[in-house]
C-alpha cells in the first residue's frame, strides 16, 4: 500500500529545493554575466583566427570552430543586450529557462575549448590532428559522458527520496558547489603537479581546466534543465522581477568595486594574452618593448596578488568561522 504521507513528504521538500534553486543558482539573473561568455568567446577566437590569418595565410572563416565560436559570440551578445536593458526574460520565462540551459551549457564548453588551447595549440600551429588534441577531445567526451549520467542518477535519487531541507538552504549562498568541493581542487592541483612533474605542464594543465570546468557545470546543467521543465509544466517555479531598490552608499561602493575587479581581472588577462603576440608580430624593440615587457609582468603579478588575497581570505574566514 503506497503511503501517502511520504509522497506528500517527497513532493514538498522537492519543490522546496527547487524553488530556492530558481531564485539562487538557478535564477534567470545568471543570464546577465553572458557578457562573461562573449568576452571568452573572443579570447578562444583569437588563436585560430591568428594562425590560420598570419601563419597559414587562409581564410580564417572556414574553420569550422571558427564559424561555431562567432555564432556562441552572436548569441551571448544578443543575450547580453536583452537581459541588460529588459526585463523581458521574466514575462517569459518558458523560453528564457531553455535558453539559461543554452548559454551556462555553452559556457562550460568555451570554458573546455581555452582548456584545448591551453594543451595543445602552439604559436605557430592549431595542432588538429595531433596525438595530444586525440586524447584531450576523448578525454573530455567519456568526462562529459560520465559526469552527465552521474549526475542524471543523482537527480533521479533525489526526486525520489526527496531533497534535504539544508541541501535547499544552500542554494541561498548562491555558490556553486565546485567553489566549495575540496575534491575538485586535489584534482586541479594534482594535474598541475603532473604537468610539472612529467614536463608537459601545458596539456596537463590545459586538460585539467577541462575537467574541473566538466564537473563544475554538469550537475548545474542537469538542475538547470529540470528547473526549465518545471517551469514550462508550473507557473509556481516562476520568479517574480526584482524591484529596482536605490542602493545606498555602502551598496553602490560594493557594486563599483565588484565592477572594478572584473574591469582589473579582464585588462590583466588581456593584456597577458596579447602583449607577446604584438611584441614577436611586429618585432618591438627598445623602450617600447621596457614598457610592454613591464606592463605583461604587472598583469601578472596583478593576478597573482589577486588570488593570493582571495585565498587568504578564504582560509582565514574558514578559520575564525
Keep these: 500500500m503506497v503511503n501517502l504521507n511520504k509522497i506528500k513528504t517527497t513532493q514538498e521538500l522537492n519543490e522546496q529545493y527547487f524553488l530556492a534553486l530558481s531564485v539562487t543558482r538557478g535564477s534567470l539573473s545568471m543570464l546577465k554575466t553572458s557578457f562573461f561568455g562573449v568576452f571568452l568567446s573572443l579570447i578562444c577566437l583569437y588563436p585560430s583566427y591568428i594562425i590560420e590569418k598570419t601563419v597559414n595565410q587562409s581564410n580564417p572563416w572556414v574553420i569550422p570552430i571558427n564559424l561555431l565560436l562567432v555564432s556562441i559570440l552572436i548569441f551571448m551578445s544578443i ?14 520565462q518558458k523560453v528564457f529557462s531553455i535558453l539559461l ?50 549526475n542524471i542518477h543523482w537527480l533521479q535519487k533525489n526526486l525520489k527520496h526527496g531533497f534535504s531541507e539544508n541541501r535547499a538552504k544552500l542554494n541561498y549562498k548562491a555558490k556553486a558547489s565546485v567553489y566549495n568541493s575540496k575534491t575538485l581542487w586535489i584534482i586541479f592541483g594534482l594535474t598541475f603537479l603532473g604537468g610539472i612533474v612529467t614536463q608537459k605542464i601545458n596539456f596537463i594543465f590545459g586538460l585539467g581546466l577541462a575537467i574541473l570546468m566538466i564537473v563544475a ?105
Design 101 to 150: 540551459v543554452i548559454y551556462i551549457l555553452l559556457l562550460a564548453n568555451i570554458l573546455v575549448y581555452l582548456g584545448y588551447i591551453i594543451s595543445v595549440y602552439t604559436e605557430t600551429n592549431l595542432n588538429w590532428n595531433s596525438n595530444s588534441s586525440n586524447l584531450f577531445i576523448m578525454t573530455v567526451i567519456i568526462m562529459w559522458l560520465v559526469t552527465i549520467s552521474y
Design 79 to 92: 543575450l547580453a543586450f536583452i537581459t541588460l536593458t529588459t526585463d523581458i526574460s521574466y514575462k517569459y
Design 217 to 321: 557545470f554538469s550537475r548545474l546543467i542537469i538542475e538547470l534543465a529540470y528547473l526549465a521543465f518545471l517551469k514550462i509544466k508550473d507557473k509556481k517555479y516562476w520568479e517574480l522581477v526584482p524591484e529596482k531598490e536605490e542602493l545606498t552608499n555602502k551598496e553602490k561602493q560594493i557594486k563599483y568595486k565588484k565592477i572594478f575587479k572584473w574591469v582589473n581581472v579582464s585588462l590583466s588577462i588581456l593584456f597577458l594574452c596579447i602583449i607577446p603576440q604584438i611584441i614577436e608580430k611586429y618585432h618591438i624593440l627598445g623602450k617600447l618593448n621596457i614598457v610592454l615587457t613591464t606592463v605583461f609582468w604587472l598583469s601578472l603579478l596583478n593576478l597573482i596578488i589577486i588570488m593570493l588575497i582571495k585565498l587568504v581570505s578564504k582560509i582565514r574566514n574558514k578559520w575564525f568561522k
